[in-house]
């Protein structure tokens, strides 16, 4: 084959690939995860925080790679949720000190104080070592966690861009 | 052709696996993780027992718009691996072996049309396909301590700074291009070679890594590694060694300073090196890189992820007699979350200039602008619409500025 078909091959793949990628999702402008995913994905509205209770939002934001690394977001050494990037979940607690971490991952664990009424927004991040290109190779499934408190009004605002999942957090 | 017709028959399995999945996966497609889902739980039942599957593929669709030989050259380059953690599969405890397989295809848009040092495209690389990379990871003392031995490229351990994952022009993603092509064997994928990389991070923000590196000619090219599985151990004149201090600044979970992360390395490669203008060899060669990014501005307070990211890099190989491009600066900033509600998209914008040897006739220095935006349509799927501005070509004088503009795909599997 010529170069200029191989060339012209290649292209209609690309094309073909990502045609039939968005098709099924009804085209690109349907694939949009951020902003309001509340009413775009048709999920039922937050509940209010329960009485004598706080809520805590954990999400993990979009990373280029290690999207394939996650387990589950453990509350006081208890897993509560299998986190993957772009998604959280949030419940509701007693008022009280609470740690949070990665299982079966090496994390730096967050302690967060919570009081009744109040909303804590935490945010779990993978910290890479070692190369984050395609062509530096592909993260071990062995990374680290970070994990951050944001402040109320910006953690608010970007736990909304994910779908939120209910969970029930025992201690 | 035959490597294009395999990517092909690999993309269009895992797009019909991603179909099939479709109705077992929890939540609508586009917001799945990975763009092949969780294949109904049977993909996070492999990682609970020790066998975690990762994919990637990035397509670099640029075209030249400006001058007399204007063009489009599509590359791409995917990535698929697999993870053994043999402390769940064996009680190992620590130990971790990786594999990886590389396609490539596709045009280099600089040979084609522009005629310049600083590659366009990241995507692009020896078209075919390749075992890649193939190691052990031995963890010890708490992490503080990681052994890895095998087949490695030097892309995964050294001079990668996280900042550059956000370019598309291969001058600076993965690393900074005058090491790979000064010296072939600072490699990057799919090139691999034999190799040794031990890791010491006492503390969480203080690391130091130390890597050998066979200089096995055939297994450093990838058109002649024979797919990657030329093992051969013979080296081109003597190992490469290379050394890495990395110093990250506030990155830990109490940390409320502005993060940051900083790489001085340097290497020296016993092989034998061709001279730029002469017919003779010379051996030995070794090069110095200093690469640093800082956030300076967070919007949201403290913690957060979203802000401004200045950073820099210089990477100098002194002998201007066998190193065409001795000394690549190169500076830039990265906006994370730029635009309010999209706190995931990155902007970036760089400047990179790279002088020519004084070896090579007429040649004094090549400059690149590049801006991006990468716009994460869904936790999978990143689109980067990317515009390059290459001035004085190869620094030849003669030569025409190019205007390069295009986009990159990045697909997560």
């Given at each position: 084959?010529?170069?200029?078909?191989?060339?012209?091959?290649?292209?209609?793949?690309?094309?073909?690939v990502?045609?039939?990628?968005?098709l099924?999702?009804?085209?690109?402008?349907?694939?949009?995860?951020?902003?309001?995913?509340?009413?775009?994905l048709?999920?039922?509205?937050?509940?209010?925080?329960?009485?004598?209770?706080?809520?805590?939002?954990?999400?993990?934001?979009?990373r280029?790679?290690?999207?394939?690394?996650?387990?589950?977001?453990?509350?006081?050494?208890?897993?509560?949720?299998?986190?993957?990037?772009?998604?959280?979940?949030?419940?509701?607690?007693?008022?009280?000190?609470?740690?949070?971490?990665?299982?079966?991952?090496?994390?730096?664990?967050?302690?967060?104080?919570?009081?009744?009424?109040?909303?804590?927004?935490?945010?779990?991040?993978?910290?890479?070592?070692?190369?984050?290109?395609p062509?530096g190779?592909a993260l071990t499934?062995?990374?680290s966690?970070?994990?951050?408190?944001?402040?109320?009004?910006?953690?608010?605002?970007?736990?909304?861009?994910?779908?939120?999942?209910?969970?029930?957090?025992?201690? | 052709?035959?490597?294009?017709?395999?990517?092909?028959?690999?993309?269009?399995?895992?797009?019909m696996?991603?179909?099939v999945?479709?109705?077992?996966?929890?939540?609508?497609?586009?917001?799945w993780?990975?763009i092949?889902?969780?294949w109904?739980?049977?993909?996070?039942?492999?990682a609970?027992?020790?066998?975690?599957?990762?994919?990637?593929?990035?397509?670099?669709?640029?075209?030249?718009?400006?001058?007399?030989?204007?063009?489009?050259?599509?590359?791409?380059?995917?990535?698929?691996?697999?993870?053994?953690?043999?402390?769940k599969?064996?009680?190992?405890?620590?130990?971790?072996?990786?594999?990886?397989?590389?396609?490539?295809?596709?045009?280099?848009?600089?040979?084609?049309?522009?005629?310049?040092?600083?590659?366009?495209?990241?995507?692009?690389?020896?078209?075919?396909?390749?075992?890649?990379?193939?190691?052990?990871?031995?963890?010890?003392?708490?992490?503080?301590?990681?052994?890895?031995?095998?087949?490695?490229?030097?892309?995964?351990?050294?001079?990668?700074?996280?900042?550059?994952?956000?370019?598309?022009?291969?001058?600076?993603?993965?690393?900074?291009?005058?090491?790979?092509?000064?010296?072939?064997?600072?490699?990057?994928?799919?090139?691999?070679?034999?190799?040794?990389?031990?890791?010491?991070?006492?503390?969480?923000?203080?690391?130091?890594?130390?890597?050998?590196?066979?200089?096995?000619?055939?297994?450093?090219?990838?058109?002649?590694?024979?797919?990657?599985?030329?093992?051969?151990?013979?080296?081109?004149?003597?190992p490469?060694e290379?050394?890495q201090?990395?110093?990250?600044l506030?990155?830990?979970?109490d940390?409320?300073g502005?993060?940051?992360?900083?790489?001085?390395?340097?290497?020296?490669?016993?092989?034998?090196y061709?001279s730029?203008?002469?017919?003779?060899?010379?051996?030995?060669?070794?090069?110095?890189?200093?690469?640093?990014?800082?956030?300076?501005?967070?919007?949201?307070?403290l913690?957060?992820?979203?802000?401004?990211?200045?950073w820099?890099?210089?990477?100098?190989?002194?002998?201007?007699?066998?190193?065409?491009?001795?000394?690549l600066?190169?500076?830039?900033?990265?906006?994370?979350?730029?635009?309010?509600?999209r706190?995931?998209?990155?902007?970036?914008?760089?400047?990179?200039?790279?002088?020519?040897?004084?070896?090579?006739?007429?040649?004094?220095?090549?400059k690149?602008?590049?801006?991006?935006?990468?716009?994460?349509?869904?936790?999978?799927?990143?689109?980067t619409?990317?515009?390059?501005?290459?001035?004085?070509?190869?620094?030849?004088?003669?030569?025409?500025?190019?205007a390069?503009?295009?986009?990159?795909?990045?697909?997560?599997?």
């Amino acid at each position: 084959m010529t170069r200029g078909r191989r060339w012209f091959f290649l292209f209609s793949l690309n094309v073909f690939v990502f045609t039939g990628m968005l098709l099924p999702t009804g085209g690109l402008t349907s694939a949009v995860a951020q902003e309001s995913p509340s009413k775009k994905l048709g999920a039922p509205q937050e509940s209010p925080i329960a009485n004598g209770t706080g809520r805590l939002y954990i999400f993990r934001p979009i990373r280029s790679f290690g999207a394939h690394i996650d387990d589950y977001i453990t509350v006081d050494g208890i897993p509560v949720h299998r986190l993957a990037p772009g998604t959280g979940f949030y419940c509701d607690l007693a008022p009280g000190e609470y740690v949070i971490s990665v299982a079966r991952h090496k994390t730096s664990p967050l302690r967060v104080s919570l009081a009744a009424g109040q909303a804590s927004y935490v945010c779990v991040m993978l910290h890479p070592q070692g190369g984050v290109s395609p062509r530096g190779g592909a993260l071990t499934s062995d990374q680290s966690f970070v994990v951050r408190k944001f402040e109320p009004e910006f953690g608010a605002q970007r736990a909304h861009q994910y779908p939120l999942t209910r969970e029930t957090c025992k201690r | 052709m035959k490597p294009a017709r395999i990517a092909t028959l690999c993309l269009l399995a895992l797009l019909m696996m991603s179909r099939v999945t479709l109705a077992q996966a929890q939540g609508p497609w586009w917001t799945w993780s990975t763009i092949s889902g969780n294949w109904g739980g049977y993909r996070q039942s492999l990682a609970d027992d020790g066998v975690v599957v990762s994919g990637s593929t990035i397509v670099d669709l640029l075209g030249n718009v400006s001058g007399p030989v204007r063009a489009f050259a599509p590359a791409n380059a995917s990535l698929l691996a697999i993870d053994a953690d043999l402390e769940k599969l064996l009680d190992l405890k620590g130990l971790l072996v990786h594999t990886e397989f590389v396609a490539n295809g596709g045009q280099n848009l600089s040979t084609k049309s522009i005629g310049n040092l600083l590659q366009v495209a990241t995507a692009f690389a020896q078209p075919g396909y390749y075992l890649g990379q193939m190691f052990v990871q031995q963890k010890l003392l708490s992490d503080k301590v990681t052994l890895q031995m095998g087949r490695m490229t030097t892309a995964n351990n050294f001079a990668s700074l996280p900042a550059f994952a956000d370019y598309v022009s291969f001058a600076v993603n993965p690393i900074p291009i005058n090491l790979t092509s000064n010296t072939i064997y600072f490699t990057s994928l799919p090139a691999v070679q034999w190799a040794a990389v031990g890791t010491i991070a006492p503390t969480d923000w203080l690391a130091f890594a130390v890597g050998v590196y066979d200089t096995n000619l055939p297994s450093g090219l990838p058109f002649a590694s024979r797919h990657g599985v030329d093992f051969s151990f013979q080296g081109s004149g003597g190992p490469m060694e290379v050394a890495q201090l990395t110093y990250t600044l506030n990155r830990g979970s109490d940390d409320i300073g502005l993060p940051g992360t900083y790489y001085l390395g340097g290497f020296y490669s016993g092989a034998a090196y061709s001279s730029l203008s002469h017919d003779d060899t010379r051996k030995g060669n070794y090069g110095f890189y200093l690469e640093g990014q800082q956030m300076i501005y967070r919007r949201g307070g403290l913690s957060s992820d979203v802000g401004l990211t200045p950073w820099i890099s210089i990477a100098y190989t002194p002998q201007q007699s066998i190193n065409q491009l001795p000394l690549l600066v190169m500076a830039g900033a990265v906006y994370h979350g730029l635009i309010p509600g999209r706190s995931d998209d990155n902007s970036a914008v760089g400047f990179y200039y790279g002088k020519i040897s004084t070896s090579v006739p007429s040649g004094s220095g090549e400059k690149v602008v590049e801006l991006d935006y990468t716009w994460w349509a869904t936790p999978w799927l990143g689109i980067t619409p990317d515009l390059q501005y290459v001035l004085t070509p190869s620094g030849r004088s003669s030569s025409r500025n190019a205007a390069v503009i295009g986009a990159q795909f990045q697909i997560l599997f």
